[in-house]
């Protein structure tokens, strides 16, 4: 293996200029372009800048980046998490100015394997990938002036962040961690660029499930655009939900007065709390997602089930979370129930729940099973789909894909999973549009059987489109109020749903 950054703090009364570099960046892979699976050379974390000074300047590099990385879908060569930066400062002093040409960043180390970046969705497969440090600093001068410009790391000790006007965002990657965290742009935003990655929520790493999992906490978090948001290049924006007290609650608002599009090789990702189910909830002028652009849900609902021990006893498995929660290796239920490879397995794991004409649940997690006797004890169950929740004055237009795909069981030997059931895809239009090229999915997992014992695969999940008038008097929750042009058989040409 390689070492992390080491600790780099320097303090100084008067200003701190940097034209050059200051760096704690962690040792990079030695293997780079080996595909032997025998090759154990992984890369150090990001190590610590930690800059006390009454005023910080200058148009170089601070850094504390994770070490690079050879091949994320193997074990050799994996890339290390990004270290932390605080910079303090006499904020009386501090301008936006100072450091309009500075580069801040803890980012997770990148990947030798050529086109492979965390913000395409070729990357999504895997849980495992690192993750970008933490950023701290007196006030938020700083974010304002680098914000969308190369500016990576979790934002800490910033609850409520708003801009003057509008953000292009075309470098870096940013999440902004605090519970109930408020986002506001006061004007349009604009993706670009060919890696610029925004997230919402999701503060604190736990061991919830057998993947790494981002808990956002108890609050709700927000982002609003006053004017439009669009995705250009390749970009990603991801928003988490916190805990919820009702499942007809949201765990996260979005909120676009103008048109929100989603380019060509651009995502927007939507996750559920994994225990809780809290989802988010996106309301906005209008909506187009354009072919080979993708709004998706897949696996970002309840967990699956995991079994963690040595295969006796209650750790010999779990039930998927989420009320359709597979039992054992069962699949997840949620629009239609689970399978099951025995009928008369214990009530309460795979069965559907939910309304059809107005879905608001994530989906369910499949169960799993660890056989007496494992040597191999680890297995997951598969996570279920989530939430798209669109609400839309105007129309909502799909040459892309919308999706909530369950995820499906991991198995090997003597160990079993079942698969996650499919999500909700849930839009609410004045008009709907949907291209050649439209998808909108929310498909259940697949059982992966072993050669002794069969699995059940994650059932159906829920996919709903209001338009134009409401269908009763009483407008519920996330209708439109009025009327306006009514779904009609020739505005919808979509070939797979």
Request: net charge negative.
């Amino acid at each position: 293996g390689n070492a992390g950054g080491g600790v780099v703090r320097i303090e100084a009364s008067g200003v701190v200029t940097v034209n050059g570099s200051v760096t704690a960046t962690g040792g990079k892979t030695a293997n780079s372009g080996q595909t032997s699976a025998s090759l154990r050379d992984n890369a150090g974390a990001g190590g610590t800048v930690n800059i006390r000074c009454g005023r910080l300047a200058g148009s170089g590099t601070i850094s504390a980046n994770g070490g690079n990385g050879d091949n994320p879908e193997s074990r050799n060569g994996l890339a290390g998490g990004g270290g932390r930066i605080a910079i303090r400062y006499d904020a009386a002093l501090q301008t936006a100015a100072d450091v309009s040409g500075l580069r801040i960043t803890t980012a997770a180390g990148h990947y030798a394997k050529p086109n492979y970046s965390t913000t395409n969705v070729t990357a999504d497969k895997d849980r495992g990938e690192a993750d970008i440090g933490t950023l701290w600093f007196s006030d938020t001068k700083l974010v304002d002036a680098l914000l969308g410009k190369g500016l990576t790391g979790q934002i800490c000790g910033v609850a409520d962040y708003a801009t003057a006007g509008d953000l292009s965002f075309d470098y870096g990657h940013v999440r902004f961690i605090e519970e109930g965290v408020q986002v506001t742009v006061n004007g349009d935003l604009t993706f670009g660029g060919t890696d610029s990655r925004l997230e919402i929520g999701g503060a604190v790493a736990t061991n919830r499930s057998t993947y790494t999992d981002l808990w956002v906490g108890t609050e709700p978090v927000s982002l609003t655009v006053a004017g439009d948001l669009t995705l250009g290049g390749v970009s990603r924006l991801d928003v988490r939900a916190a805990e919820v007290a009702s499942t007809t609650d949201y765990g996260a608002e979005v909120t676009v007065g103008g048109a929100m599009t989603v380019g060509s090789g651009c995502f927007v990702y939507a996750w559920s709390d994994i225990e809780n189910g809290g989802s988010p909830q996106f309301s906005v002028g209008s909506l187009d997602v354009a072919n080979g652009g993708r709004f998706s849900a897949d696996r970002r609902g309840y967990r699956g089930g995991y079994g963690n021990g040595s295969g006796f006893g209650s750790d010999r498995g779990q039930t998927g979370a989420g009320p359709g929660g597979g039992y054992y290796n069962v699949g997840g239920g949620y629009g239609g129930t689970g399978g099951s490879h025995k009928p008369t397995w214990p009530a309460g794991g795979g069965f559907d729940y939910g309304t059809a004409e107005e879905p608001y649940q994530a989906g369910s997690g499949g169960g799993a099973l660890v056989t007496y006797g494992s040597k191999y004890p680890y297995v997951e169950g598969g996570a279920g789909g989530g939430l798209v929740s669109i609400v839309a004055t105007g129309t909502v237009q799909v040459a892309g894909t919308i999706s909530a795909d369950g995820d499906h069981g991991k198995n090997g030997i003597n160990k079993q999973g079942g698969g996650g059931s499919g999500g909700t895809v849930y839009i609410v239009c004045r008009r709907f549009f949907g291209g050649e090229t439209a998808v909108l999915s929310a498909k259940g997992g697949d059982s992966q059987p072993n050669d002794s014992v069969a699995t059940g695969a994650g059932g159906g999940g829920r996919i709903a489109i209001w338009c134009g008038e409401p269908k009763t008097a009483d407008v519920g929750r996330g209708r439109i109020s009025s009327a306006d042009e009514p779904l009609t058989p020739a505005n919808v040409k979509s070939k797979h749903a």
